[in-house]
């Protein structure tokens, strides 16, 4: 079993910047690829970025060119920087591993951004 913890969530003004972290419990963390979503009210969770367990990353086109995500395997954790934030960022934001055939999913963290 799989436990994912978010954090680094907050408010931030347009034009701002969060670091999103995600901690993973056990071993696998290294083996498997992680996922972050997010959801806003309202609306249906869309995928944000992926990073393979080789790091090749993958973005959703809303956020290429201002979010970055990455992993750290000695650590146990992945990350979503997020620069240039816009109003439309705001959600709860999840990351995710599917670790043979189940997917584990975080709590989620709130990013708002607002002036």
């Known amino acids: 079993q799989v436990q994912l913890v978010e954090s680094g969530g907050g408010l931030v003004q347009p034009g701002g910047s969060l670091r999103l972290s995600c901690a993973a419990s056990?071993?696998?963390?290294?083996?498997?690829?992680l996922d972050w979503y997010r959801q806003a009210p309202g609306k249906q969770r869309e995928l944000v970025a992926r990073?393979?367990?080789?790091?090749?990353?993958n973005y959703a086109d809303f956020v290429k060119g201002r979010f970055t995500i990455s992993r750290d395997n000695a650590k146990n954790t992945g990350y979503l920087q997020m620069n240039s934030l816009k109003p439309e960022d705001s959600a709860v934001y999840y990351c995710?591993?599917?670790?043979?055939?189940?997917?584990?999913w975080g709590q989620g963290t709130q990013v708002t951004v607002s002036s």
């Open positions: 995710k591993m599917g670790v043979d055939g189940y997917d584990y």
């Open positions: 056990g071993s696998m963390f290294r083996l498997y690829a």
């Open positions: 990073i393979t367990s080789r790091s090749i990353t």
